[in-house]
């Protein structure tokens, strides 16, 4: 198997209460886009949902406003699906730089019932909007924030290429979860759904005790990614640092609207592999002690190192001090997270806003 390295660039009518700590933010997305005019400057904008609109119950609506004066640019309601709406879009979309020239140059989106769209972004607005997965009829309800995250990894073919995966998490009225994770590959015609995606919700004893089997990564890597479902409900956005996947989770139903949690939660830190799902650490899943959710986040210590910590407000309470990236060795080779790579991951992050980019 040949030598691979993720180049991390990360960004970013209710039947059920979504605990504040999952949450979209109700602002809108800023970003830059091109002039309309040949060598004039780059436009601040702000691209607004149902959300950031107030208007949870509409139908899907994704409206472009110049940040300066709040004139409207341009407005997608029609969608290309029957009858041309689609459910409301809570869920913060993610803005794409391609070309880490500052100017945004697509957004992705998901509505409520689990339709993904890709909307390129050019001088004068949103293009057509392309349905690249069909989540919907899963009984989840999407309005926890889409990530992005960019990657340098292995192709079908074997080479490295760079590489979209879109970060989507959901949870359903019984408040269990879905974690998914979608390789957009522009050159796919068909709209992907869970079944092209690899169930990854448990993994074998074999794989446990010796890595991955060959078989089933080559599969993966052709695969359109991963899927993790969860008999629990999520208490944190995700977040991925140096390939791994770090997300909370608690007995479902025992978690309130504000993330106090339950005397019986039994609140569990997940780390997942970002290319398989499979084990960074000698487990997936280990139980910490919280009485409340909030933010995870990375962070240096006292001591000069890097730790995993979770901050609600002014607090914070460390979670992994002993934090580990993917290598370049092998599919589950792994190695420290170093204080020394810090500033270098983070200068990774300066080239335009984003969302957890280390």
Known sequence: MSGWRALLFSFLGLCFPLQACLQSAAEPVNTVLAATILGAEPRQVVIHNNLSLATPTAAGVLALYNANNLQLLD??????????????????????????????????????????????????????????????GLGYRFEQP??????????????????????LTASDS???????????????AAVAVLSDLTDRSSIAAEEQRHGIDEQLWMAMQQSSGWYVRLPRQLISKPQVYAGVVYLLSAKAGTADS????????????????????GLVYTQRARQVALQQSG???????????????????ELTQSLETELQAISSECADCTEPLTAAQFPQLIRLATFQTEYGAH
């Open 258 to 277: 504000d993330c106090t949690l339950a005397a019986d939660a039994s609140p569990l830190l997940h780390a997942l592999h970002l290319h398989h799902a």
């Open 295 to 313: 933010e995870l986040a990375l962070e240096q210590s006292e001591n000069g190192g890097l730790q995993l910590v979770l901050q609600r407000g």
């Open 75 to 136: 407005q997608l309601q029609q969608w290309p699906v029957t009858g041309g709406q689609i459910g409301a879009i809570l869920a913060q979309p993610a803005v794409l730089d391609s070309n880490y020239d500052g100017i945004a140059d697509a957004v992705y989106l998901i509505d409520a019932a689990g339709l993904l769209w890709f909307v390129g972004l050019g001088r004068s607005g949103f293009a057509a909007a392309e349905l690249i997965a069909d989540f919907s």
């Open 146 to 167: 889409l990530q992005l995250i960019k990657t340098r990894a292995p192709a079908p073919s074997g080479q490295l290429q760079y590489q979209i995966t879109l970060l």
């Open 174 to 188: 019984q408040q269990t979860s879905i974690v998914i994770a979608l390789k957009h590959r522009p050159q796919r």
